[in-house]
Structures are given as C-alpha cells and as structure tokens.
C-alpha cells in the first residue's frame, strides 16, 4: 500500500475556516462563534475520508521569537491580531485532533512551515508520498518529487494539488527553488517582508524569467536601467533580507518517526465530549455514528407540533449572526437533568369529573403554562391532539382530546372559562401558534400573554431559542425529543395520534413544565436588561394582533395565477430561443456552469471572468448586468432567468398554499428571527415577493379582496428610515428639509451636488437616493460606484459631500460606535437592544461588520417597533368599532387591509392617524393609503 502522509498547516486552515463562514457564522445556543472549530474539522475529516492517509500530522505556530524575528524586527510586524473567536478555537481544535489521535507539532523558534518542511523532506526520503496542506504560496519552494502543495476545497472549489510542474507553471519559472527568488523580489505584505518596492508579482516574474535569479537581478540592475533599475538599486539590502526571510527552514530538529504519525482509531470519548460542548450535532454523527446524540441538541426546538416539525411553531429560522449574550445565565451547559432522573408528576386528565377538577384548580391561579399538541406544523390546519398546563413546577397535566372534531370542541369548551379569564396570565412557548389552533375550535385567549421565545429573543437577540436548546442551556435539563415518540423526519414519521397515552403525556406535560421553569428564568432579566418596555409593550401585544392576520389570510385570484402563468411561459420560451440562437449551441440555460462555458469560452465576452466557489464561471446576476451592454445574450438570459424564478416561486407556487378550509393563504409571521426587531414571513414570504420591476409587481395582483363586498387598502410608511436617522441624528439639514415636505433625494441632491433645488436632475436625484439609503449601511465608495455605475472617485465625492452637508449625521454614526464599544450594545428608541460582541476585536474584519450594526440595527429596529405599535393600535380601534375589516399583511413599512366598501372612509383617517402617532418623532411621520380590487392596484 502506498504510503501517504499528510502534513496540515494549522493556522493558516484555521483562518481560511474561519473567515469562510465570517458571513453565515456558526453560533452555539450560548453564543459561540464555531467557524474555525468547524471548518477545520470538517477539512480534517474530508481529507481523511477521500484522500485515506496512512500517515497525518498537523503543525503549529507557537508565540516564541523565531530567527526571522531576530533577523528582521519587523517581521509579521504589520499583521492584524487574530479575531478573539480564532484564538478561543484553537484549544479547542488541538481537542478535535487529540480525540482524532493525530500528533501535533510545534517547536519553539520555528515557524509551521518550517516544521512541515523538515518533515516533508525527511518523509520524502523515507518513501512516503507527501501532502503539505495548506493554501500557503510560500510552500511552493519545498515541492519536490513526491512532495506536493494540497490546497483543499474553498468555498465550494474543488481541491488543488501542486507538484514541481504546476509550481513553476503557476511563476513561469525553470525550478521551484526561483520561488524564494520571486518572494524576495516582490516581498509579501501578509509577513511585512518588504521586497523591492514597486516591483510586483509580474514585474518579479520578468525579470527573474531574464536573469535566473535574485543575484543575477541585483547584480545587473546598472544594465537594468530606468526609473526600475533604480528601484532595484535602492533595494538591494531589503531584496537580500527578504530571500532570507522567506526561506523555509528544512533542517529543524524535529524527526519523522513514522509510527508516531500513523493514522489511528479516534478516541470517541473525547470527541463525544468536543463536539457536544461545540455542538456539533450533524458532524458528530458523520464521525462517530448516528448514537452520537449531542446533549445540547442542534434542532431548531422542542415540538408543540408533533408531525413534521421538531419545533411545533412552524417558525423559519435564519442562519444564527455572531452572538453577544451579554449575559451571566448563558454558559455552555451540558444538561444533566432528563425525565428518568428528574422527580416530577405528570397527570393524565381524561375524564369528565378529572376535567373539572383541573379548571376548578386553574381558576384560582395567576399564571398558567399552556402547550399544544397537534397533527401538523401548518397551525391553519392543524387538528388538536391533546393540550397541557402546569401551574408549578415538577408538575403537569395532560389532556387529550378525541379525533372528532365535534367532540373535541365539547371539551375545549370546558376550558373556555380559562381561556377567557383576562386575570390569569398564559405562558407559552411560541403562543402564537397555540392560540391559531384553538381559534378553529372557536376558542379565543382573552388573557395576558408571556411568550418565553419572545423573552428569549430580546434577552439574547442572536441565539437560538427552540425550548430544547433553551432547556439545555438555562436548566441544564434535556426534554424527550419528538423522535422518541414519533420517529425521524420523513416518510416514516408517525402521527402523535398513534402514540401511547403514557408516553405523549410525559412529553406533552413537560413541555408545560419546562415552559414554565423557563418563564421563571427570564423574566427577571428583562428589566434588568432594560428590554421590558419592549417586551410588554410591543412584542407581547403583538402577538395577539398577528395571530388574527395569520387565521384571517388574504384571497388569491388562482385564475388570473394561471393565466399569468402560461403568459409568463411564453415569454420565457422566447428568450430562451433567442439565447440559443445567438449562442449558435443549445445547451441548459438553467444550469450555471453550461451557461458560464457558453459565455467565457464560447463566446468569450469577459477574458477575466472570475470563478465561483464551485470552481465553475460566475454567473450570478451582478456578473450577468456588468456585461450585459457586450452582448444582447446577457439581456435575455436576465429575462428569462427573472421570468422562470417569477414564474416558479409565486406564480406557480401561490395556488398550492391555499388553505384546504378557507381556499385562502395564510402566511406565517416570524416574530422572533431577524436581530432588528423586524418580522419576517414564510409560506409564502411576503417579504420577496419583487417589486421593482414591472413584471414582479404583477403578483401583487393576484391577492385580491375576500368577496365583491370587500376592497384592498394599502398604507405604507414614507421614506420612514431616512425621518428615523434625522430624528435619532438630530440633523438640523435634513429635519428642516422634511418639516418643509420637500422631496428628501432632490433636497439631498441640491447640497450634495451644491445646485439650487430647481435644477436638480434625475440623474441626481438618483444618486442622492443611493447615498441616502447606503450611508446607514456603511456604503464604500467601491459599493456606491458599483451601485450607480460612476467613477469611484466620483462616489467618494458624493459621500464627503453628504458628510459636509449633513454633519449630524456624521456625528451619530460615530457615536453610536464610541457608544457601542464603551457599553456593548446599541439599541433603539425604545430600547430593544442588540449586543455586539466583536465592537472592540482588534481585527479590522471582524470589527468592521459590528460597526455597520451599531449604525443600522437602532435605525431599522426603531423602525420596526414603530410598524408593531402602529398595527397594535390600528387592531385594537378595529375591535373597539367591531369593524368587519380585517388587517391582514405586513411587509417592510406597509399594512394591508381587507376592508368592507361600507367602513373604508371610515378606517382610512384611523389607520394613518395610528401609524403617523404609533412614536411620535421630531420630524412628521408620514403615512400614505390607497385602495383597489387588488393589492397591486392599493399599493
């Protein structure tokens, strides 16, 4: 068998991993960012399981002085400190590779690469064919025979291996050893090895292409001539040092033994114990089986759901941002508590004398657990299982109802006087979809609500909060998982309905419990948090108001769906057509890389067309509109991609949400996802539906009023962030400018451009608009060109001016920043907080994108709370009129209402009065209405 040992570069994996996933972090349920302990070990595994080493060791740095330092003072001088997550991973990743009984070597005095050169060299003797892994350049000079550079997959990218024939193909030079002749010359900025200045990576390869070596270089630079034989003269001593610095060292004093770099059996009981503290649930199973469990689960929740779903809320959840708990209660916990060694009383209440019992008892209580069990994630459509209540803890009660819907109303109806007790206050996890189920048994909770979800999302804005999560995390108490009791996801899934009564009142039970262990937990910290305002006076209020949207729905024309349909269909066979006749080929328009082969190499439109994660031609749309001017193709493969996406997401998908009760859809509100404080929706998203051009507007025309008696209203915030950041700034420029109800972008542009607002041009106006929206979100120069199509120096101009014009402005950015870093967090008007855990890393990076939230996140979150109090006043003055309009849709800064023809004078006056006073702002707030036969035609 051939031998093959493979060499890892710890550090320099280790940032690749970490800053792969800089945009989409991995985050623990108590706030650790996972992304190099992660990635790392998933490159490890890979490289394990595909390339089958016989023999692995991985290399470190360690933080003594090595010669380089000595020799050059300043060597690595000019390097960024590692972001504080990188350096909280690594002893956790020299756990990973001890569980995976791999060797790690490090000596002090040395750097990595010189370990692994030494090694290499002495493995290649001893007849090992050996991998230096690592996207390093610098390790091009140590290739030789059997030795090779292995760059493993990036962001998609297939692996790269590197022998002596790619390393001088790659610098166009004779011999790998010209490597460190290339490096001297041009330097390298990441280890502040200072080359020759001005000579660059080509200029390097040039002259070492005619000279043969650095010596030769700086022995004929006289001949050389020319401002360069100048530079090359002034650098003479900084090109020899920097030969120096960038030779790798192949005699330290390590030795290949090779037993002790043998591939060996992973110790399972430290890995075990790794990937639970880390969480790696999915990983974990891939490398110790599917008993690995993980006790802090990575599901998104504990099921009040019990079909599909392991979190019966049917909320989406986005990819977790970097965390700031902020907070002495979250600490990595491994629960130790479960039902079997827990004492608890679990009920089983399923008699009539047992029922009234059990409400006599709840009747009394100030506060009352409540949890569901259902058919279904789909609340709309779900039928009740059974319900349960807890009013202390260690202590539940199950009951569970009958499969006729008939009968099972009879018993809820028995529990109506519970319900709509407005002095006993409900406590659940995720509500909102409780209260949906019970509506379609004509039940209503009239009582006080303390959304445990909800506390945890303001509490910690950015962790995860599934009741299992939260359990394992604040009670150290792991609950019964949905698959003891129905099985894994997927076909064969059971149906709670089959389970034993035993067993789902144990589950159902302790749901209560732990709902309400949990309530105790948080509820303190939410004026010690200063979030209680927003809690109790936004987002529980709320919850009431969203769950009548989500039970209403909204009508959609399937017909005029359909028609669009076949009509978008056509339009997308054209452009189709029209592509393959322009490429001269047929091939699949839908897959990016035939398309991206058809572009660049058929028809060659960009020489430098840059390559994706998948190794394949870009091809998204930001490539596709910069070329779209070289060729009419580009245009037509932009329709026909926006037509099919169009076509296949709303046009094709609407009419199969339809609700099989109402034939209405009804989406789903998620109220405790996005850091801002703003909702987001799914099934369908509201949110994506495209407006900005002519033909995604066509979908709003599909939703249409319930029946002729019925017209759509639409009332939408004006220009509300831009009011926000004037108030919050306190700007006198832009406060005036609206206080006078002059058009925002002209009054910008006639500042920014210095011109007299009457000539002021479209064109201007245009990019004020651009400059005014991005200033908040830390647009760059680089950004704002790309965006406007201008010269970069163009968009620099812009911003300084805005900045001269609008100095408040200016002035707030940088001191919500000062602010954030000095307390931690920013937050909104109102209060609602988010914690910036990275504000004061001293990687520019890491700090950088904490920056731009301390600037955006009090704009759009203050935003956001002003639409939930508008929609909180606007449903309670419709319930005090008993108006038969219903508010029905929120997306971004509108409200849509489906209102009777005979109240809509009548609600148009209240529905503005209330989003214009919902927060009362030094600058007016304004709010426009309009009306139609469909939501296209109100808005």
């Not at 630079?221 to 192949?250: D, F, H, P, V, Y």
């Not at 398309?595 to 091809?619: H, I, N, S, W």
């Not at 709370?865 to 929609?871: H, Q």
Request: net charge negative; hydrophobic share 40%.
């Amino acid at each position: 068998m051939q031998k093959k040992l493979f060499l890892l570069d710890a550090m320099a994996l280790i940032y690749r991993a970490y800053y792969a996933l800089i945009r989409n972090p991995r985050v623990t349920s108590t706030g650790r960012n996972t992304n190099a302990q992660f990635g790392f070990t998933t490159t490890l595994l890979d490289l394990i399981n595909k390339e089958k080493p016989t023999h692995m060791a991985v290399a470190f740095d360690t933080h003594a002085p090595t010669e380089r330092h000595t020799t050059f003072t300043d060597y690595k001088a000019n390097r960024e400190d590692a972001p504080e997550d990188i350096l909280d991973a690594i002893p956790d990743i020299k756990r990973i590779i001890e569980g995976f009984n791999i060797p790690v070597v490090e000596l002090d005095g040395y750097e990595a690469d010189d370990v692994i050169g030494t090694l290499a060299w002495q493995a290649s003797d001893a007849g090992y064919s050996v991998y230096m892994v690592t996207p390093d350049k610098d390790y091009g000079q140590l290739v030789r025979e059997n030795v090779y550079i292995y760059k493993p997959p990036y962001m998609g990218s297939k692996e790269e291996i590197m022998g002596p024939k790619e390393i001088c193909e790659k610098w166009q030079i004779k011999d790998v050893h010209q490597v460190i002749d290339i490096l001297g010359l041009m330097g390298d900025a990441v280890d502040n090895i200072p080359g020759i200045a001005g000579v660059g990576e080509k200029t390097a390869m040039k002259l070492l292409a005619q000279y043969g070596s650095l010596e030769n270089v700086l022995d004929n630079a006289a001949t050389i001539g020319g401002k360069m034989g100048e530079k090359i003269q002034a650098g003479r001593e900084n090109a020899i040092l920097s030969k120096e610095l960038a030779t790798i060292i192949t005699n330290v004093p390590v030795a290949f033994h090779e037993e002790n770099f043998c591939i060996r059996e992973t110790n399972k009981e430290k890995l075990t114990e790794i990937f639970t503290e880390l969480e790696f649930k999915t990983l974990g199973r891939r490398v110790l089986g599917d008993t690995f469990a993980g006790n802090t689960t990575e599901a998104p929740a504990k099921p009040k759901v019990t079909q599909t779903d392991l979190f019966g809320d049917a909320v989406a959840t986005e990819a977790p941002l970097p965390v700031e708990t902020g907070d002495p209660i979250a600490q990595i916990l491994t629960p130790d508590k479960n039902i079997h060694n827990t004492p608890h009383q679990y009920f089983l209440v399923d008699t009539p004398e047992s029922r009234a019992a059990l409400i006599t008892q709840l009747l009394t209580q100030k506060e009352i657990s409540f949890d569901t069990e259902t058919t279904g994630t789909d609340a709309n459509d779900a039928e009740i299982v059974g319900m349960s209540f807890a009013i202390v803890k260690g202590e539940g009660y199950y009951i569970p109802m009958p499969a006729s819907q008939e009968a099972a109303r009879a018993i809820l109806d028995e529990f109506r006087p519970v319900f709509e007790n407005e002095n006993i206050t409900f406590i659940g996890q995720n509500i909102k979809y409780d209260m949906i189920v019970l509506k379609w048994y004509g039940i209503n909770i009239n009582s006080p609500l303390f959304d445990t979800m909800l506390a945890h999302y303001l509490i910690e804005p950015e962790g995860r909060r599934g009741m299992d999560v939260l359990s394992a995390q604040y009670l150290q108490y792991e609950p019964v998982h949905i698959e003891a009791l129905i099985g894994k996801k997927g076909k064969g899934q059971g149906n709670m309905r089959d389970v034993e009564i035993e067993k789902i009142k144990d589950y159902a039970a302790e749901d209560a419990d732990i709902t309400l262990q949990l309530k105790e937990t948080f509820a303190p910290f939410l004026p010690e948090k200063k979030v209680d305002k927003v809690f109790y006076e936004i987002e529980t209020p709320l919850v009431k108001v969203l769950a009548d949207m989500e039970y209403e729905g909204i009508a959609i024309d399937t017909k005029a769906l359909s028609d669009y349909s076949n009509e978008l269909q056509t339009e997308i066979k054209r452009a189709e057509e029209s592509v393959y006749e322009q490429a001269g080929v047929r091939f699949n328009l839908a897959s990016p890389k035939q398309l991206g082969e058809v572009l660049f190499e058929k028809l060659q439109l960009d020489p430098k067309a840059k390559k994706t994660r998948t190794g394949q031609y870009a091809t998204g749309e930001d490539v596709l509109q910069k070329l779209s001017y070289k060729h009419k193709i580009v245009e037509d493969i932009l329709v026909f991609r926006e037509l099919s996406k169009l076509k296949s997401t709303y046009v094709d998908a609407l009419p199969l949400m339809l609700n099989k009760r109402t034939n209405r859809v009804h989406t789903s509100y998620n109220q405790a996802v996005a850091v801002t404080g703003r909702l987001s929706s799914n099934n369908p998203n509201l949110q994506n539906i495209p407006i900005r051009t002519e033909r995604g507007r066509e979908v709003r025309k599909a939703f249409v009023p319930r029946n002729e008696e019925y017209v759509l209203l639409s009332a939408d915030y004006s220009q509300i962030e831009l009011r926000i950041i004037a108030a919050i700034s306190g700007d006198v420029h832009m406060i005036e400018a609206f206080q006078q109800q002059l058009d925002i972008h002209a009054a910008t542009a006639s500042k920014v451009y210095g011109v007299p607002l009457e000539e002021v041009t479209a064109e201007m106006r245009r990019n004020a608009k651009s400059v005014n929206f991005g200033i908040i979100y830390g647009v760059s120069a680089f950004g704002l060109s790309e965006n406007l199509g201008i010269a970069r120096s163009e968009a620099k101009t812009l911003i300084d001016n805005y900045f001269t014009q609008y100095p408040s402005i200016k002035k707030y950015m940088e001191d919500q920043v000062k602010s954030a870093q000095k307390k931690g967090y920013v937050e909104t008007l109102l209060g609602r907080k988010r914690w910036l855990k990275d504000i004061n890393s001293s990687n520019a990076v890491v700090r950088g994108y904490a920056e731009r939230n301390a600037i955006n996140m009090p704009i759009q979150g203050t935003a956001a709370d002003m639409i939930k109090l508008a929609m909180i006043a606007v449903h309670k003055a419709f319930k005090q009129h008993n108006f038969r309009s219903r508010m029905i849709l929120q997306v971004h800064d509108e409200l849509v209402f489906d209102a009777h023809l005979s109240e809509v004078e009548q609600i148009k006056p209240i529905i503005t009065d209330c989003m214009r006073n919902a927060m009362p702002l030094v600058v007016p707030v304004e709010a426009e209405i309009g009306s139609g036969r469909n939501w296209l035609e109100a808005h």
